[in-house]
Protein backbone atom coordinates (compact mmCIF):
# COMPACT_ATOMS: atom_id res chain seq x y z
CA UNK A 1 0.00 0.00 0.00
CA UNK A 2 1.31 3.32 -0.95
CA UNK A 3 2.33 5.35 1.87
CA UNK A 4 0.77 8.41 2.22
CA UNK A 5 2.85 10.93 4.27
CA UNK A 6 1.50 13.40 6.31
CA UNK A 7 4.13 16.04 8.71
CA UNK A 8 2.58 15.71 11.97
CA UNK A 9 3.61 17.66 15.15
CA UNK A 10 2.82 18.40 18.63
CA UNK A 11 3.99 21.37 20.55
CA UNK A 12 3.67 21.20 24.08
CA UNK A 13 3.68 23.84 26.26
CA UNK A 14 5.33 24.43 29.97
CA UNK A 15 3.28 26.23 32.29
CA UNK A 16 1.46 29.30 31.54
CA UNK A 17 0.83 31.33 35.24
CA UNK A 18 -1.87 33.78 36.49
CA UNK A 19 0.24 36.69 36.16
CA UNK A 20 1.62 35.45 32.26
CA UNK A 21 0.03 37.72 29.71
CA UNK A 22 -1.67 36.23 26.25
CA UNK A 23 0.76 37.91 24.27
CA UNK A 24 3.58 36.20 26.37
CA UNK A 25 1.85 32.84 25.64
CA UNK A 26 1.07 33.22 21.90
CA UNK A 27 4.72 34.71 21.21
CA UNK A 28 5.44 30.81 22.91
CA UNK A 29 2.80 29.18 20.32
CA UNK A 30 4.25 31.72 17.33
CA UNK A 31 7.83 30.13 17.98
CA UNK A 32 6.71 26.31 18.50
CA UNK A 33 5.03 27.07 15.18
CA UNK A 34 8.10 28.31 13.34
CA UNK A 35 9.78 24.84 14.50
CA UNK A 36 6.62 22.76 13.53
CA UNK A 37 7.40 24.64 9.88
CA UNK A 38 11.00 23.58 9.81
CA UNK A 39 10.19 20.11 10.43
CA UNK A 40 8.10 19.59 7.77
CA UNK A 41 4.83 19.81 9.67
CA UNK A 42 1.71 20.28 7.94
CA UNK A 43 -0.22 20.93 11.09
CA UNK A 44 0.65 21.32 14.77
CA UNK A 45 -1.23 20.88 17.85
CA UNK A 46 -1.62 23.24 20.44
CA UNK A 47 -2.43 22.84 24.27
CA UNK A 48 -5.87 23.20 25.74
CA UNK A 49 -6.62 26.63 27.42
CA UNK A 50 -3.42 27.11 25.47
CA UNK A 51 -3.98 31.10 25.92
CA UNK A 52 -3.77 31.45 29.48
CA UNK A 53 -3.08 29.52 32.77
CA UNK A 54 -5.64 25.95 33.54
CA UNK A 55 -8.06 28.75 35.65
CA UNK A 56 -10.71 25.61 36.61
CA UNK A 57 -8.18 25.01 39.21
CA UNK A 58 -9.31 28.35 41.24
CA UNK A 59 -12.29 29.71 42.66
CA UNK A 60 -12.84 33.03 41.02
CA UNK A 61 -16.11 34.68 42.14
CA UNK A 62 -15.65 37.94 40.46
CA UNK A 63 -17.41 38.11 36.78
CA UNK A 64 -15.08 40.16 35.30
CA UNK A 65 -12.11 37.93 36.80
CA UNK A 66 -13.32 35.18 35.14
CA UNK A 67 -14.32 36.64 31.60
CA UNK A 68 -10.54 37.96 31.33
CA UNK A 69 -9.43 34.12 30.86
CA UNK A 70 -11.93 33.98 27.94
CA UNK A 71 -11.81 34.95 24.09
CA UNK A 72 -14.85 37.45 22.71
CA UNK A 73 -13.41 36.82 18.99
CA UNK A 74 -10.80 34.24 17.49
CA UNK A 75 -8.62 35.02 16.05
CA UNK A 76 -8.35 38.25 17.98
CA UNK A 77 -5.96 41.15 18.46
CA UNK A 78 -3.66 39.33 20.32
CA UNK A 79 -3.86 35.71 18.65
CA UNK A 80 -4.25 37.46 14.93
CA UNK A 81 -0.04 36.83 15.01
CA UNK A 82 -0.55 32.90 15.01
CA UNK A 83 -3.12 32.80 12.10
CA UNK A 84 -0.58 35.69 10.05
CA UNK A 85 2.31 32.73 10.60
CA UNK A 86 0.01 29.62 9.96
CA UNK A 87 -0.67 31.21 6.46
CA UNK A 88 3.03 32.50 5.80
CA UNK A 89 4.34 28.83 6.79
CA UNK A 90 1.29 26.98 5.23
CA UNK A 91 0.59 24.86 8.30
CA UNK A 92 -2.58 24.39 9.96
CA UNK A 93 -3.43 23.93 13.81
CA UNK A 94 -5.90 23.31 16.49
CA UNK A 95 -5.52 25.35 19.39
CA UNK A 96 -7.99 25.43 22.50
CA UNK A 97 -8.83 28.19 24.02
CA UNK A 98 -11.76 29.70 26.82
CA UNK A 99 -14.70 30.90 24.48
CA UNK A 100 -17.55 33.65 25.41
CA UNK A 101 -19.62 34.15 22.68
CA UNK A 102 -22.19 37.30 21.81
CA UNK A 103 -24.91 35.36 23.47
CA UNK A 104 -22.87 34.78 27.04
CA UNK A 105 -22.32 31.05 26.29
CA UNK A 106 -19.00 29.89 27.53
CA UNK A 107 -17.30 26.53 26.06
CA UNK A 108 -14.07 24.74 26.02
CA UNK A 109 -13.25 25.52 22.68
CA UNK A 110 -10.43 23.99 20.22
CA UNK A 111 -10.30 25.13 16.87
CA UNK A 112 -9.34 23.85 13.26
CA UNK A 113 -7.32 26.02 11.41
CA UNK A 114 -6.06 25.41 7.75
CA UNK A 115 -3.06 26.20 5.98
CA UNK A 116 -4.01 29.45 4.87
CA UNK A 117 -4.99 30.73 8.54
CA UNK A 118 -8.82 29.99 7.62
CA UNK A 119 -10.98 28.53 10.38
CA UNK A 120 -12.49 24.84 9.11
CA UNK A 121 -13.81 23.56 12.47
CA UNK A 122 -15.03 24.62 15.61
CA UNK A 123 -15.04 22.15 19.03
CA UNK A 124 -16.60 22.24 22.47
CA UNK A 125 -15.53 20.45 25.17
CA UNK A 126 -18.67 18.05 26.40
CA UNK A 127 -17.26 15.50 29.02
CA UNK A 128 -16.39 18.39 31.84
CA UNK A 129 -14.69 16.84 34.58
CA UNK A 130 -14.68 17.44 38.14
CA UNK A 131 -17.37 19.63 40.43
CA UNK A 132 -18.89 22.85 40.01
CA UNK A 133 -19.24 23.33 43.76
CA UNK A 134 -16.76 25.12 46.29
CA UNK A 135 -14.69 22.94 47.51
CA UNK A 136 -12.19 25.02 50.04
CA UNK A 137 -10.78 21.89 51.85
CA UNK A 138 -9.00 20.48 48.95
CA UNK A 139 -5.82 21.49 47.57
CA UNK A 140 -6.81 22.93 44.31
CA UNK A 141 -10.14 23.44 42.45
CA UNK A 142 -10.96 21.84 39.30
CA UNK A 143 -14.57 23.91 37.96
CA UNK A 144 -14.69 22.91 34.53
CA UNK A 145 -18.70 22.12 35.58
CA UNK A 146 -18.93 26.10 36.75
CA UNK A 147 -17.17 27.68 34.17
CA UNK A 148 -18.21 26.01 30.82
CA UNK A 149 -21.12 24.64 29.47
CA UNK A 150 -21.12 21.28 27.57
CA UNK A 151 -20.46 21.60 23.59
CA UNK A 152 -23.35 22.05 21.98
CA UNK A 153 -22.07 20.82 18.86
CA UNK A 154 -20.78 17.51 18.92
CA UNK A 155 -18.01 15.21 18.09
CA UNK A 156 -17.33 15.97 14.66
CA UNK A 157 -15.08 15.45 11.58
CA UNK A 158 -13.71 18.03 8.99
CA UNK A 159 -11.99 16.95 5.57
CA UNK A 160 -9.39 19.18 4.82
CA UNK A 161 -5.37 19.48 4.06
CA UNK A 162 -6.40 16.12 2.26
CA UNK A 163 -7.27 14.00 4.78
CA UNK A 164 -10.06 14.15 7.84
CA UNK A 165 -9.55 15.42 11.20
CA UNK A 166 -11.38 15.01 14.42
CA UNK A 167 -11.11 16.56 17.59
CA UNK A 168 -11.62 16.16 20.96
CA UNK A 169 -10.63 17.71 24.51
CA UNK A 170 -8.12 16.19 27.46
CA UNK A 171 -11.15 14.56 29.30
CA UNK A 172 -12.69 13.27 26.26
CA UNK A 173 -9.84 11.13 25.89
CA UNK A 174 -11.26 8.71 28.82
CA UNK A 175 -14.86 8.21 27.49
CA UNK A 176 -14.36 5.36 24.44
CA UNK A 177 -17.49 7.04 22.84
CA UNK A 178 -15.26 9.84 21.64
CA UNK A 179 -12.77 7.99 19.99
CA UNK A 180 -15.47 5.41 18.31
CA UNK A 181 -17.75 8.36 16.90
CA UNK A 182 -15.19 10.18 15.13
CA UNK A 183 -13.81 7.12 14.11
CA UNK A 184 -17.47 6.66 12.69
CA UNK A 185 -16.64 9.58 10.60
CA UNK A 186 -13.82 7.72 8.99
CA UNK A 187 -11.04 10.34 10.64
CA UNK A 188 -7.79 9.58 9.91
CA UNK A 189 -6.16 11.97 12.26
CA UNK A 190 -7.57 13.09 16.20
CA UNK A 191 -6.29 16.08 18.14
CA UNK A 192 -6.76 17.22 21.57
CA UNK A 193 -5.13 19.24 24.10
CA UNK A 194 -4.96 18.21 27.73
CA UNK A 195 -4.57 19.75 30.93
CA UNK A 196 -4.18 17.09 34.15
CA UNK A 197 -3.17 17.38 36.89
CA UNK A 198 -0.99 15.51 38.39
CA UNK A 199 -2.76 15.02 42.05
CA UNK A 200 -6.15 13.19 42.66
CA UNK A 201 -8.23 15.91 44.95
CA UNK A 202 -10.40 13.08 45.61
CA UNK A 203 -8.59 10.33 47.56
CA UNK A 204 -4.73 9.50 47.29
CA UNK A 205 -3.68 8.41 43.59
CA UNK A 206 -0.55 6.74 42.95
CA UNK A 207 0.88 9.17 40.70
CA UNK A 208 2.32 6.79 38.31
CA UNK A 209 -1.37 6.28 37.02
CA UNK A 210 -2.04 9.38 36.02
CA UNK A 211 0.63 8.74 32.95
CA UNK A 212 -0.59 5.42 32.60
CA UNK A 213 -4.82 6.27 32.07
CA UNK A 214 -3.54 9.04 30.33
CA UNK A 215 -1.08 7.01 27.81
CA UNK A 216 -3.51 4.11 27.88
CA UNK A 217 -6.64 5.76 26.92
CA UNK A 218 -5.00 7.54 23.85
CA UNK A 219 -3.26 4.40 22.74
CA UNK A 220 -6.32 2.88 22.79
CA UNK A 221 -8.76 4.98 21.53
CA UNK A 222 -5.92 5.54 18.26
CA UNK A 223 -6.03 1.50 17.61
CA UNK A 224 -9.75 1.12 18.34
CA UNK A 225 -10.56 3.50 15.40
CA UNK A 226 -7.51 2.79 13.36
CA UNK A 227 -6.05 6.49 13.32
CA UNK A 228 -3.61 8.78 14.19
CA UNK A 229 -3.76 10.65 17.54
CA UNK A 230 -2.10 13.92 18.38
CA UNK A 231 -2.46 15.25 21.70
CA UNK A 232 -0.76 18.26 23.01
CA UNK A 233 -0.67 18.95 26.91
CA UNK A 234 -0.11 21.73 29.07
CA UNK A 235 2.61 21.22 31.48
CA UNK A 236 4.43 21.49 34.42
CA UNK A 237 3.99 23.78 37.89
CA UNK A 238 1.46 26.64 37.07
CA UNK A 239 1.86 28.92 40.55
CA UNK A 240 2.96 25.43 41.74
CA UNK A 241 -0.11 23.41 40.85
CA UNK A 242 1.91 20.44 38.78
CA UNK A 243 0.25 18.74 35.42
CA UNK A 244 1.69 16.03 33.79
CA UNK A 245 3.49 15.99 30.30
CA UNK A 246 3.61 12.85 28.11
CA UNK A 247 2.32 15.11 24.44
CA UNK A 248 2.50 11.88 22.35
CA UNK A 249 1.60 11.29 18.75
CA UNK A 250 0.29 7.74 18.53
CA UNK A 251 -0.33 5.24 15.06
CA UNK A 252 -3.00 3.20 14.30
CA UNK A 253 -1.07 0.76 15.64
CA UNK A 254 -1.69 2.07 19.04
CA UNK A 255 2.57 2.42 19.36
CA UNK A 256 3.62 5.62 20.57
CA UNK A 257 5.54 7.09 17.63
CA UNK A 258 6.87 10.48 19.72
CA UNK A 259 6.91 11.46 23.19
CA UNK A 260 7.51 14.66 24.35
CA UNK A 261 11.19 14.41 26.35
CA UNK A 262 10.25 17.47 28.74
CA UNK A 263 7.35 19.55 31.07
CA UNK A 264 8.60 22.92 29.19
CA UNK A 265 7.60 24.24 25.55
CA UNK A 266 8.48 20.96 23.38
CA UNK A 267 7.64 20.23 19.80
CA UNK A 268 7.52 16.10 18.73
CA UNK A 269 7.13 15.43 15.31
CA UNK A 270 6.19 12.61 12.83
CA UNK A 271 6.17 12.00 9.48
CA UNK A 272 2.57 9.87 10.27
CA UNK A 273 1.99 7.65 7.37
CA UNK A 274 -1.69 7.79 7.16
CA UNK A 275 -1.83 4.55 4.88
CA UNK A 276 -1.53 2.93 8.15
CA UNK A 277 -5.35 3.64 9.12
CA UNK A 278 -6.15 2.27 5.54
CA UNK A 279 -4.85 -1.88 6.58
CA UNK A 280 -6.74 -1.24 10.40
CA UNK A 281 -9.71 -0.04 8.89
CA UNK A 282 -9.85 -2.58 6.31
CA UNK A 283 -9.21 -5.54 7.98
CA UNK A 284 -9.29 -5.75 11.54
CA UNK A 285 -11.45 -2.79 12.30
CA UNK A 286 -13.77 -2.63 8.80
CA UNK A 287 -16.58 -1.38 11.05
CA UNK A 288 -18.98 -2.21 8.31
CA UNK A 289 -18.11 -5.38 8.58
CA UNK A 290 -17.73 -6.57 12.02
CA UNK A 291 -19.98 -4.24 14.15
CA UNK A 292 -22.96 -5.60 15.53
CA UNK A 293 -24.91 -1.91 16.77
CA UNK A 294 -28.25 -4.12 17.16
CA UNK A 295 -26.52 -5.32 20.51
CA UNK A 296 -24.79 -1.88 21.81
CA UNK A 297 -28.30 -0.66 22.13
CA UNK A 298 -27.83 0.25 26.07
CA UNK A 299 -24.74 2.43 25.15
CA UNK A 300 -27.60 5.18 24.33
CA UNK A 301 -30.34 4.38 26.44
CA UNK A 302 -28.32 4.51 29.46
CA UNK A 303 -26.60 7.27 31.13
CA UNK A 304 -25.78 5.66 34.27
CA UNK A 305 -25.31 1.70 35.28
CA UNK A 306 -28.03 -0.03 36.32
CA UNK A 307 -29.45 -3.45 36.41
CA UNK A 308 -28.04 -6.96 34.69
CA UNK A 309 -29.37 -8.30 32.13
CA UNK A 310 -28.92 -11.45 32.93
CA UNK A 311 -31.67 -11.63 36.07
CA UNK A 312 -30.93 -12.39 39.28
CA UNK A 313 -28.47 -15.10 41.63
CA UNK A 314 -31.46 -17.77 42.20
CA UNK A 315 -32.83 -17.25 38.50
CA UNK A 316 -35.29 -20.67 37.34
CA UNK A 317 -34.54 -20.06 33.74
CA UNK A 318 -31.95 -20.30 31.57
CA UNK A 319 -28.82 -18.72 32.59
N1 LIG B 1 -8.33 17.35 33.10
C1 LIG B 1 -8.26 16.05 33.61
C2 LIG B 1 -8.31 14.95 32.55
O1 LIG B 1 -9.32 14.35 32.25
C3 LIG B 1 -9.12 14.36 35.18
C4 LIG B 1 -9.24 15.79 34.70
C5 LIG B 1 -7.87 13.81 35.49
C6 LIG B 1 -10.24 13.59 35.31
C7 LIG B 1 -7.75 12.47 35.93
C8 LIG B 1 -10.17 12.26 35.76
C9 LIG B 1 -8.93 11.71 36.07
O2 LIG B 1 -7.22 14.65 32.08
C10 LIG B 1 -9.17 17.93 32.19
N2 LIG B 1 -8.93 19.22 31.91
O3 LIG B 1 -10.10 17.33 31.68
Not at 4 to 14: E, I, N, P, S
Not at 212 to 241: M, R
Not at 251 to 266: L, R, T, W
Request: net charge neutral.
Amino acid sequence: MAARGFGLAVAQMGPVHRADTRAAAVARLVALMQEAAQRGARLVVFPELALTTFFPRYWIDSADELDAFFERAMPGPQTRALFETAARLRIGFTLGYAELTERGERFNTQILVDDSGRIVGRYRKIHLPGHADHKPAAPFQHLEKRYFQVGDEGFRVWQTMQTRIGMCICNDRRWPETFRVLGLQSAEIVTLGFSTPSVNIHWHEPPHLRMFHHLLTLQSGAYQNALWVAAAAKAGFEDGFHMIGGSVIISPSGEIMAQSQSEDDELIFVNADLALGDRFRQNVFNFAKHRRPEHYRMIIERTGAGEPLGGGQNAQETP
